[in-house]
């Protein structure tokens, strides 16, 4: 699958980037690009992008990582939300899923209830009809 993704040139200590079109399985760091198709310095924030180029592999299909999303939207390339990039600790997410267990759990354990309780009033042993336990008929 071919991503547009950054990768990083320059020296030490002074980053720039190059937008890229690659195949997704590639280094991203020594891996031969397919296109070109612009460049990000963050020092001296300057951003050039070929939106042409860009529109048209998307179009094709290419998928852009969240940064290049988000650099997109920014300069109006592409029409949509901009994409939340963050990390959630291990800490964080085993607490979201504690939480969530929690809610369903009680969830859970009230739906059988009724389910049980039916189940209990069916299994009574009923009389028959016209049977006593004493023997005698019931008119």
Same mark, same amino acid.
Do not use: C
């Given at each position: 699958?071919?991503?547009?993704?950054?990768?990083?040139?320059?020296?030490?200590?002074?980053?720039?980037?190059?937008?890229?079109?690659?195949?997704?399985?590639?280094?991203?760091?020594?891996?031969?690009?397919?296109?070109?198709?612009?460049?990000?310095?963050?020092?001296?924030?300057?951003?050039?992008?070929?939106?042409?180029?860009?529109?048209?592999?998307?179009?094709?299909? &290419?998928? =852009?990582? @969240?940064?290049?999303?988000?650099?997109? +939207? %920014? #300069?109006?390339?592409?029409?949509?939300? /901009?994409?939340?990039?963050?990390?959630?600790?291990?800490?964080?997410?085993?607490?979201?899923?504690?939480?969530?267990?929690?809610? &369903?759990? =009680?969830? @859970?354990?009230?739906?059988?209830?009724? +389910? %049980? #309780?039916?189940?209990?009033?069916?299994? /009574?042993?009923?009389?028959?009809?016209?049977?006593?336990?004493?023997?005698?008929?019931?008119?």
């Amino acid at each position: 699958m071919l991503t547009i993704r950054l990768t990083r040139k320059g020296k030490k200590n002074q980053p720039f980037f190059r937008v890229v079109l690659i195949d997704k399985r590639r280094s991203s760091k020594g891996g031969r690009a397919v296109e070109v198709l612009g460049y990000v310095d963050p020092l001296t924030k300057r951003k050039s992008f070929e939106k042409e180029r860009i529109l048209h592999w998307i179009k094709m299909g &290419a998928q =852009p990582t @969240a940064t290049i999303h988000n650099l997109l +939207v %920014a #300069e109006k390339i592409v029409d949509a939300p /901009k994409i939340k990039k963050y990390n959630i600790s291990k800490k964080a997410k085993a607490e979201a899923e504690k939480a969530s267990a929690a809610t &369903a759990a =009680p969830v @859970a354990e009230a739906a059988p209830a009724p +389910v %049980a #309780e039916a189940l209990k009033e069916e299994s /009574k042993p009923e009389e028959p009809l016209g049977h006593s336990p004493t023997g005698e008929a019931k008119a």
